[in-house]
C-alpha cells in the first residue's frame, strides 16, 4: 500500500463547474500538506500549503485537511479551461528540519468550455 | 525573482553512460532536493541537500549521487545510465532561514533524460 493514494483520473468538467480533488494517506505523522499544479512539460507549480488540520482559501482554492480521517482536499471554484493540468497532493514529516515531500500520483484534470 | 533553473532542458544518452544534470536554487534558498517523475512510479524524492551536505535519501540505487556547492547550487550524477532512468529529473529549493527550513518546495522545470 502507498504511503499517499490520489485518484489519477481523469477528471472532465465543464466550465464554472466546482472541482473537488482528493488524497488519502497512512502515515500518521504527516503534519506538512501541499497542493501543487502541473501543467505538461512543466514542473510542478505549488497551489496551497497547509499545516496540520483545517481550512485554507486562496482566491478559487480551497485547501482542507482532515487529520483524524488522514484525507485532504482541494477544492476549485468557477473552473476555468486555464486549470487543466495535473494536481499533485504532497505531504511531509519533520525528521530533524529536513524533510521529504512524498507525492500522490497526480490527479488530470480537463476543463472544457 | 528568478525561479528555480536547471540545465540542461533535455538530454539523450545511451545505456552505460553517465550524465551530470545542474540545478539553480531561488536566490536566498539554500536547501536543494531532487526527485524522479515517471508515469508509472510519479514522483520520488532522490536526496536533499542543505550546507553542501546530504541531509535525505531516497530509496535508490548508490548509481544516483549529488553534490551541492557554497553557493547552494546543486548537480545530480547518474552512472552506469538504465533504460528505466529514463525520468523527468526536478530540482526544488527550500528556504532556510536560521536553521530552520520551510517546508514549501518550489520546483524548477526539469530536466528530461532518455536513455536509449
Known amino acids: 500500500q502507498k504511503e499517499v493514494e490520489q485518484d489519477p483520473g481523469p477528471l472532465s468538467v465543464p466550465e464554472g463547474a466546482i472541482v473537488s480533488l482528493n488524497c488519502t494517506y497512512s502515515n500518521s505523522a504527516f503534519q506538512y500538506f501541499m497542493w501543487y499544479r502541473q501543467y505538461s512539460r512543466k514542473g510542478p507549480e505549488l497551489l496551497m500549503y497547509t499545516y496540520s488540520s483545517g481550512n485554507k482559501e486562496d482566491g478559487r482554492f480551497t485547501a482542507q485537511v482532515d487529520k483524524s480521517s488522514k484525507y485532504i482536499s482541494l477544492f476549485i471554484r468557477d473552473s476555468q479551461p486555464s486549470d487543466s493540468a495535473t494536481y499533485l497532493c504532497a505531504m511531509s514529516e519533520i525528521s530533524g528540519g529536513y524533510n521529504k515531500l512524498i507525492f500522490g500520483a497526480g490527479t488530470r484534470l480537463a476543463v472544457h468550455p | 525573482k528568478a525561479g528555480v533553473t536547471q540545465t540542461p532542458r533535455y538530454l539523450i544518452k545511451t545505456r552505460g553512460q553517465q550524465v551530470t544534470l545542474s540545478c539553480s536554487p531561488i536566490?536566498?534558498?539554500?536547501?536543494v532536493s531532487w526527485y524522479q517523475q515517471t508515469p508509472g512510479q510519479g514522483l520520488q524524492f532522490l536526496f536533499e541537500?542543505?550546507?553542501?551536505?546530504?541531509?535525505n535519501k531516497g530509496n535508490f540505487p548508490g548509481r544516483f549521487s549529488g553534490r551541492q556547492f557554497s553557493n547552494s547550487r546543486s548537480e545530480m550524477n547518474v552512472s552506469t545510465l538504465e533504460l528505466g532512468d529514463s525520468a523527468l529529473y526536478l530540482c526544488a529549493s527550500s528556504l532556510v532561514v536560521g536553521g530552520q527550513k520551510y517546508n514549501e518546495q518550489f520546483f524548477g522545470p526539469g530536466t528530461r533524460l532518455t536513455v536509449l
Open positions: 541537500y542543505f550546507s553542501e551536505t546530504q541531509r
Open positions: 536566490s536566498g534558498h539554500r536547501s
